[in-house]
Each structure stands twice: as structure tokens, then as C-alpha cells.
């Protein structure tokens, strides 16, 4: 595959799996902004108990310090909803 010039397929699903992980740790972190649902509703609907919940939204603060792009993203996701 290495001739073909493409990656192996261990580095494309994990790097999918991370971009994933920020996904949810963003929806994860708006809901909690909102204020609309506790952490233990927000972990039903993730299917992850309320202390991951805790712990993707701090991920998702932390991301955001770091990018602008990802702050203006979870932005227009408030709006939107």
C-alpha cells in the first residue's frame, strides 16, 4: 500500500477516531453551556457515564484555547440550536 502512496489503515481510523472524540466532546460541551440538560441526561444520550461528561466538556474547553476555529464552530452549533 506504502508504493501506492496511501496510509495504512491503522493511522486513517485513528485519526478518524480523534477527529470523532472532538465532535462529541463539542456537542458535549454546548449542551452542558446550555444549560438545558444535567451531565447524567447528557451521558444518556452519549451513552457515557456523568463524569466522562465532566471530563469531554473540560477537553473541549481545552481545545478551544487553542483554536479559534473550534470556538467560532461551537459558536454557530449555540445558534443553531
Do not use: C, W
Request: charged share 25%; net charge positive; glycine share 8%.
Amino acid at each position: 500500500m506504502k508504493a501506492l502512496g496511501e496510509k495504512e489503515p491503522e493511522v486513517v481510523l485513528g485519526a478518524a477516531k480523534r477527529r470523532s472524540k472532538r465532535n462529541t466532546d463539542m456537542a458535549i460541551y454546548d449542551l452542558g453551556y446550555l444549560g438545558m440538560l444535567t451531565n447524567k441526561e447528557i451521558g444518556q444520550i452519549f451513552a457515557v457515564g456523568y463524569t466522562a461528561v465532566t471530563e469531554s466538556a473540560k477537553h473541549a474547553a481545552f481545545n478551544m484555547t487553542k483554536g479559534r476555529n473550534l470556538q467560532e464552530r461551537i459558536n454557530q452549533i449555540s445558534i443553531d440550536i
